[in-house]
């Protein structure tokens, strides 16, 4: 099955600390891309990282990181010194077409 | 650049009817996809268009039907209109088919089916 899972529905942190948000994914191919998406109430869904799975090394995007774990199908987002504007939906994504359930993160002042 | 836009924003159609939803994509992309998705849930993935023609398509009905015009823009027809079609159709676009490009979403479609 081409599942992305995304065991966390909800989530909250305070304002500048650091949260992760969790995602496992099932495929047999060895070649594939792995997104965050962010999805703020305004509904207009944006990239926030990409990891290409051939690279060992985790991508990182300024407060934005991932953990990506290829042999246990893991693919974890951390966001560090949170601010009031992470606050939305994410969703972890396989290629293009295979997305998850999302996590809606609040951020508390 | 515009970026994705899609029309309308919103739509109210009764059970039966048939619609069609509009897409255009950002400026230098190719590729349209097409993904619905219901109210706390993922995107669900409808199809994907490329050089006017249906490269993939997901789990859903042939009531799904899709275009996609020379200048890329691309429209989603739902025929038969269930209850179960209530849902935020989103658009995204891509400069090419493969899954390691990044898709710019549109702000969506909200069709309710009453």
């Known amino acids: 099955a081409q599942t992305v899972t995304q065991s966390q529905p909800e989530m909250s942190v305070q304002e500048a600390e650091t949260v992760t948000l969790s995602c496992t994914y099932d495929?047999?191919?060895?070649?594939?891309?792995l997104f965050w998406y962010k999805q703020p109430p305004s509904r207009q869904m944006i990239l926030v990282i990409r990891?290409?799975?051939?690279?060992?090394q985790n991508a990182t995007e300024n407060r934005f990181s991932v953990n990506f774990q290829k042999a246990a199908k893991s693919f974890s987002l951390k966001i560090s010194d949170s601010q009031l504007g992470d606050a939305a939906m994410y969703f972890c994504?396989?290629?293009?077409?295979?997305f998850g359930t999302g996590t809606s993160l609040t951020v508390i002042p | 650049d515009a970026g994705v836009t899609q029309s309308p924003t919103h739509l109210i159609k009764t059970r039966g009817q048939q619609v069609t939803l509009r897409c255009s994509p950002k400026?230098?992309?190719?590729?349209v996809s097409w993904y619905q998705q219901a109210l706390g849930q993922g995107p669900q993935f409808i199809f994907q268009y490329y050089e006017e023609e249906e490269r993939q398509r997901g789990n859903f009905p042939d009531r799904f039907s899709g275009h996609q015009f020379p200048n890329y823009s691309s429209e989603l027809n739902v025929n038969a209109l269930l209850l179960g079609d209530s849902a935020l159709y989103l658009c995204?676009?891509?400069?090419?088919?493969?899954?390691?490009?990044?898709?710019?979403f549109g702000p969506g479609t909200r069709l309710t089916v009453t």
């Open positions: 495929t047999s191919e060895s070649d594939y891309y």
């Open positions: 400026s230098g992309h190719d590729t």
């Open positions: 990891q290409e799975a051939y690279k060992q």
């Open positions: 994504a396989r290629n293009q077409f295979y």
């Open positions: 995204a676009s891509s400069l090419g088919i493969w899954g390691e490009y990044e898709q710019y």
